[in-house]
């Protein structure tokens, strides 16, 4: 039984396999895969392009999925080993992930970090105890660690648009905000650019850097495909001759010593950081842009770089459901 909750779970070649079949049955549709299957999913957090791209794969494909919101309608879960649970959450994750094995063919979850900081990202405590307790394959829909499904929609959308991407120079540009954003989607587009074989070039203001151990991880997919990772602090530097331009807001890589107010007034001494025309002409001429969504327009990124022709952010989003069916078909026949 596989799972798939980090890109490592598949490595290159599994990011290989599951493109290559998203990409075939794109254009040929496979039919009812998923016949009287169920997808269980476990909401913990909001989604829009998730919900939806899960559940179309399904139901488009002869199966069913089942939305679980935690704590609207459902129990809220406890993930930590030897809790005391008086308080809130009334059922412990040790029973909820087999029972739900029990009754549904797959299960997916959505668990964004707690804001415990990236130390307690690192160790994914709710998907992970997921992880140990299912008996189906778990997917992940994003956790604090990682959002991997997204970083195969990206890099399916740069295939598409480039045919290749091999030594593809991207730039993974930080981008500001209203208030610090988990890091699952810069390290899951920096792990599956550097599965793919791409040049990637990340941008960020200093005290906003990736994981140790995310970046060891890019840096050995990097070695393994040919493809390389550099980081600056020079957005205009990263951007020079880039074929994608990935945007995307983090939070810096510790809040010790900072109160909310300064981590918020930080992040705004960097509102030049906001993609615009202006920084995306130092890309290539043929350079598309890239978010993995919801995006705050004219705060995160301008207007004229979202609703310019180079953008690639709805392509993008479809992507997810032709990801997301030829993975669900993966798991399910390994
Ligand atoms: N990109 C993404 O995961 O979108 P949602 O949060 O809307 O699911």
Redesign the pocket.
């Known amino acids: 039984m596989r799972h798939f909750t980090r890109i490592q779970d598949v490595g290159p070649e599994g990011v290989e396999t599951i493109l290559a079949q998203a990409a075939a049955w794109k254009s040929q549709k496979p039919g009812a895969i998923f016949q009287s299957r169920i997808l269980g999913m476990v909401f913990f957090n909001?989604?829009?392009?998730?919900?939806t791209s899960f559940e179309a794969v399904m139901l488009r494909s002869g199966g069913h999925a089942i939305v679980l919101d935690v704590g609207n309608g459902v129990w809220k879960l406890e993930d930590r080993p030897g809790a005391v649970m008086n308080a809130d959450r009334a059922e412990h994750i040790k029973e909820a992930a087999p029972v739900l094995s029990r009754l549904v063919d797959m299960l997916g979850v959505r668990t964004f970090s707690a804001g415990g900081g990236d130390e307690e990202d690192e160790l994914d405590p709710v998907i992970n105890a997921f992880r140990r307790h299912v008996t189906v394959p778990l997917v992940s829909m994003?956790s604090a660690r990682e959002?991997p499904c997204?970083g195969l929609a990206d890099v399916l959308t740069l295939r598409e648009t480039f045919g290749t991407t091999k030594k593809l120079p991207v730039t993974l540009t930080w981008a500001p905000h209203i208030k610090p954003l988990p890091k699952a989607v810069p390290n899951s587009f920096l792990l599956s650019a550097a599965a793919a074989g791409c040049e990637v070039r990340v941008a960020h203001p200093p005290g906003f850097e990736l994981h140790p151990q995310v970046r060891a991880e890019a840096e050995a997919y990097a070695k393994a495909t040919g493809g390389s990772v550099t980081y600056t602090h020079d957005q205009d530097e990263a951007l020079a001759g880039s074929r994608a331009v990935y945007a995307k807001s983090w939070g810096p890589a510790t809040r010790a010593g900072h109160a909310p107010g300064d981590v918020a007034a930080l992040m705004a001494s960097y509102a030049g950081w906001m993609p615009t025309r202006k920084a995306m002409s130092r890309a290539a001429k043929d350079a598309i842009f890239l978010h993995?969504?919801?995006v705050r327009r004219n705060v995160e990124v301008s207007d004229e770089v979202l609703d310019h022709p180079s953008s690639r952010v709805i392509d993008e989003?479809e992507n997810?459901f032709h990801v997301q069916r030829s993975l669900l078909h993966w798991l399910q026949s390994t």
């Open positions: 909001p989604s829009l392009r998730t919900r994003e959002h997204q993995c969504l919801p989003a997810r």
